[in-house]
C-alpha cells in the first residue's frame, strides 16, 4: 500500500535571532579566551600564512604604482642634479675666464701706467666700445669724447707703441683710426741712425710702408722706427715698428720698406690717448699797428 507523502509547507529549525545569538557568544566567548589565554596563536598563525598570497594580489597594484613613482621622482631629480652640475660648471668657468681676463686687463693698464710716466703730454686712459665692421677701414671707438678732452688729431697709444690717430670724436666717444689705415701717415725716423721718414699705411694688411726711397736709403730689415715729433701731433721717441723687408724697384729707380706695427691694438681694451701740444703764438707785425 503506497504511503502519500506529507507536504511540509514551513522549514523547521532554530530561528535567525537564535543562530545570531548563538554567534555572537561564540565571538564574545573566543574574544574572551584570545585575551586571557594564547591558545587560538597557532590556528591565528596558520590563517595569516593561508591568506598572505591573496594580500600581496591585492597590494600588487599599488606596489607596481609606488615602485614606478619612486623611479620617475628619482629620474627626476637625478636629472636636476644632473642640470644644476652643469650650469655650475659653466658658470665656473665664465668666472675663470673673467678672472684670468680681469688679470690680464690689470697687467696691461699696469704697463700703461709706466708708459704714462714716460710722456710729457697728459694721457687720457680710454677702453675700446666697438670696432666698426668696415673692411676698409681700421678704426676702434672709444668710451670718451670731446667731454673728457678728447680732439681729433691726439695720438693713440699702447704700451707697444702708437696704435693710431683720433679721427672723429663726440661728446661721450671718440674714434680712432689705426696707424694701418690708409688715413693715418706718422712722421718717423729710423733709431739707428736719425733718418727722418714718413709712415703709411693701407695698402698690406697689418703692416705700415715707407715709401719712395732712393736707391741708396740707410734702412735695412731689422732698423726700428720711432715717432720724430716733427709736426707737433706725435711726441718724439715714441716706438712705431720694426723694418720687416726692404724692397727695390729697378725701373722707377725707388726702394719701399715694409714694417711690422709695435703695438697691438687687437689684444687690449685700453689705451692712452695723448693730449696734444698747445702751438705758440705767433708774432703778427700787424696787430702792433691797430
Do not use: C
Request: aromatic share 6%.
Amino acid at each position: 500500500m503506497q504511503q502519500t507523502a506529507t507536504i511540509r509547507l514551513f522549514r523547521r529549525g532554530p530561528t535567525a535571532e537564535f543562530r545570531l545569538f548563538v554567534l555572537v557568544l561564540l565571538a564574545v566567548i573566543t574574544l574572551v579566551v584570545d585575551a586571557r589565554w594564547q591558545a587560538l596563536e597557532p590556528a591565528r598563525q596558520a590563517l595569516s600564512v593561508a591568506i598572505y598570497p591573496f594580500q600581496r594580489v591585492m597590494f600588487a597594484p599599488a606596489d607596481a604604482f609606488e615602485h614606478i613613482s619612486s623611479w620617475k621622482d628619482a629620474a627626476a631629480t637625478a636629472r636636476s642634479e644632473k642640470e644644476a652640475l652643469q650650469r655650475q660648471r659653466i658658470e665656473l668657468a665664465q668666472v675663470s675666464t673673467h678672472a684670468a681676463q680681469l688679470a690680464a686687463e690689470n697687467e696691461q693698464l699696469r704697463r700703461l701706467l709706466n708708459v704714462s710716466d714716460t710722456v710729457e703730454q697728459q694721457p687720457i686712459a680710454v677702453q675700446v666700445l666697438y670696432e666698426p665692421p668696415n673692411a676698409f677701414n681700421q678704426h676702434l671707438v672709444f668710451n670718451k669724447g670731446t667731454s673728457s678732452g678728447i680732439e681729433p688729431g691726439m695720438p693713440v697709444i699702447d704700451e707697444g707703441g702708437v696704435v693710431g690717430q683720433v679721427v672723429r670724436v663726440t661728446p661721450f666717444t671718440s674714434e680712432a683710426a689705426l696707424i694701418t689705415d690708409d688715413q693715418v701717415s706718422i712722421p718717423v725716423q729710423i733709431l739707428r741712425n736719425g733718418l727722418r721718414l714718413i709712415a703709411f699705411g693701407g695698402n698690406i694688411a697689418d703692416k705700415i710702408e715707407v715709401r719712395y726711397l732712393t736707391a741708396t736709403v740707410d734702412i735695412e730689415p731689422g732698423d726700428k722706427l720711432v715717432t720724430s715729433g716733427i709736426g707737433g701731433l706725435f711726441p718724439a721717441g715714441l716706438p712705431v715698428a720694426t723694418i720687416e723687408t726692404v724692397e727695390h724697384d729697378a725701373s722707377s729707380g725707388f726702394a719701399r720698406a715694409v714694417a711690422t706695427p709695435l703695438s697691438h691694438p687687437e689684444r687690449y681694451r685700453h689705451f692712452l690717448v695723448l693730449s696734444m701740444e698747445q702751438d705758440e703764438p705767433v708774432y703778427d707785425p700787424d696787430a702792433d699797428n691797430d
